[in-house]
């Protein structure tokens, strides 16, 4: 008796799937899903496509024409397109590198409870709030060669070799924007890394201490072992918003002086709207060919990522 009620449960079981199936409620889903779907392709997908089709062409107000690579033989011997892309990927690299790293110490001091905490947590966490308009004009009152703050402590302190046109001077000029969004951003990953310390086993750290774990010891071979993950996304997201850098750059110096400054955004922008070709194809050859690399480079970099947590496991 109980293998036939079993054989008919089972039965059961098998065909309760067949039936839910046939009764989707398909006009229930599609209802839902075309709202969305409808502006994911106005804004996305249609956008996507036609800055690929701009790129096969010359666009200009009333008339667009068919002209093949045309626009890529001529982007791969734009200088000032490559020196873009180097700056760029300077800024990738080095950003978030420093933002991450600083951000740790940040959080730790404050997971270790310094006196001041909740001060230095809103302090060091304001920036963030700031849009990058409000940054670019606060810093370059501070860069200003004859006033500006920055100039002002080197010369109170006796350090006038040290006096800088900070967003004037070629050779330092990609380094104090880079400054400006390392100080921007690493209060946000502070307080995301600060999060992933509290979420921390607490038999794990109190067993270290019991064993006399050091601090150095307990933080290289415990705490940033377990927090690695948070690190890695942290450094993927801040890589992919510092390939989009415009606003700041914008501000400052518009890509100057002297094209030290120069981002792929900016000078994108510059060849669609303040050129006088008038041609659009170019800067949408220029757009899909730093998606293709940035897409490359993101993809990349979760692959080595992945790979490496795979040996270390």
């Known amino acids: 008796m109980s293998t036939l009620a079993g054989t008919e449960s089972a039965a059961g079981a098998r065909a309760l799937p067949l039936i839910s199936a046939e009764r989707q409620p398909w006009g229930a889903i599609i209802a839902f899903l075309l709202p969305a779907f409808t502006i994911y392709t106005a804004l996305t997908a249609y956008p996507v496509f036609r800055t ?9 107000p009333r008339k667009e024409e068919f002209i093949g690579l045309a626009n890529y033989v001529t982007l791969a011997q734009d200088e000032i397109f490559w020196r873009s892309v180097k700056n760029t ?27 001041g905490m909740r001060f230095f947590r809103i302090a060091w966490f304001t920036p963030v709030l700031m849009s990058y308009v409000v940054v670019g004009i606060i810093w370059v009152w501070i860069y200003n060669y004859d006033w ?9 302190l006796g350090l006038e070799r040290f006096v800088q046109a900070w967003i004037g001077d070629p050779k330092i000029a990609l380094p104090s924007l880079i400054f400006i969004t390392t100080w921007m951003w690493t209060g946000f990953n502070m307080v995301v890394l600060l999060a992933a310390l509290h979420s921390l086993p607490s038999e794990v750290i109190e067993a270290a201490e019991l064993d006399n774990c050091g601090w150095g010891a307990k933080l290289w ?45 900016t ?3 510059k060849r669609a709207f303040e050129w006088t070709s008038f041609d659009l194809g170019y800067p949408s050859t220029i757009a899909a060919v730093w998606f293709v690399i940035v897409l490359a480079a993101v993809l990349t970099l979760t692959w080595l990522f992945r790979q490496r947590d795979r040996l270390e496991y």
């Open 89 to 115: 990927f300077i800024w990738a690299c080095a950003s978030p590198l420093a933002e991450v790293s600083i951000a740790l110490l940040l959080a730790l001091a404050l997971y270790a409870k310094i006196p």
């Open 221 to 265: 071979h415990i705490i940033i072992p377990l927090v690695k993950p948070t690190l890695l996304n942290l450094l993927v997201l801040s890589f992919i918003g510092k390939m989009k850098i415009f606003d700041l750059v914008w501000i400052t110096t518009k890509g100057g002086p002297l094209w030290s400054t120069e981002t792929v955004s």
């Open 148 to 156: 500006g703050a920055a100039n002002a402590i080197l010369r109170a």
């Open 267 to 269: 000078y994108t922008y």
């Open 52 to 60: 690929l089709w701009n790129s096969f062409h010359t666009v200009l």
